[in-house]
């Protein structure tokens, strides 16, 4: 079992929808956890990161941690077509630098 | 430009072959870190530099990767004697403070080709 799990998708959504995207990780000593936009032939660039548990909110995207359920969201509201991409959780533990990504899931915002 | 660039952006090798592959991060960038990409898969942690130090080389695969940043800026990584399984886009990321700083900022990446 990997340490995060990440649905691949592809994840395809009329353009004004609410799009939720998820990862779950085994490891509870994790604390920072970001989510990367990839767009094809691109490198990732970093969207949100969070410390710890709460809510983090950024324009249209909010991010959400649940450190109980070792469960983490990404929401994006009134999607465009311009957010297809795949989207990367990676998490890491405190006072290291080793990031550990999610597969990544594909995002497709019909126009 | 003010990005992370690396070169080549594709390559293309026979089984067999060294590679080298150039990061050039952005300036002043304290810490460096190389990633490998399998098709459909996240990035996978290979080297972490802070300055010219190699931190971490855990994730190496294999005594042949090699990688190195001897001034502290430009970082090249070597992979001798290619086989099929290394194909994969290779991701340099630099980050202006040591490695805990969050915002990592990533080149767009070199596709390698293993024949």
């Known amino acids: 079992q990997k340490e995060v799990e990440q649905d691949p998708g592809p994840l395809s959504v009329p353009e004004g929808a609410i799009v939720s995207l998820n990862c779950t990780y085994s490891n509870s000593a994790f604390q920072y956890f970001m989510w990367y936009r990839q767009y094809s032939r691109k490198g990732p660039e970093l969207l949100m990161y969070?410390?710890?548990?709460g809510n983090k909110e950024d324009g249209r995207f909010t991010a959400q941690v649940d450190k109980s359920s070792k469960y983490i969201s990404l929401f994006i509201r009134d999607s465009q077509p311009s957010d297809s991409a795949t989207y990367l959780c990676?998490?890491?533990?405190?006072?290291?630098?080793?990031?550990?990504f999610g597969t990544g899931t594909r995002l497709k915002v019909l126009a | 430009g003010a990005g992370v660039s690396q070169s080549p952006r594709y390559k293309v090798a026979k089984r067999g072959q060294d590679v080298a592959l150039r990061c050039d991060p952005i300036s002043g960038h304290v810490s460096l870190f190389w990633y490998q990409q399998a098709l459909g898969q996240g990035p996978e942690f290979l080297t972490y530099?802070?300055?010219?130090?190699?931190?971490?080389k855990s994730g190496l695969p294999s005594d042949r990767f090699f990688a190195e940043r001897p001034e502290g800026s430009v970082s090249t990584l070597k992979i001798q004697r290619t086989q099929q399984e290394d194909s994969a886009v290779y991701l340099c990321?630099?980050?202006?403070?040591?490695?805990?700083?969050?915002?990592?900022?990533f080149g767009p990446g070199t596709r390698l080709t293993v024949l």
């Open positions: 990321a630099s980050s202006l403070g040591e490695g805990t700083s969050n915002e990592q900022f």
């Open positions: 990676a998490m890491r533990t405190s006072g290291t630098y080793k990031y550990i």
């Open positions: 969070t410390y710890s548990s």
């Open positions: 530099f802070q300055n010219e130090a190699q931190l971490d």
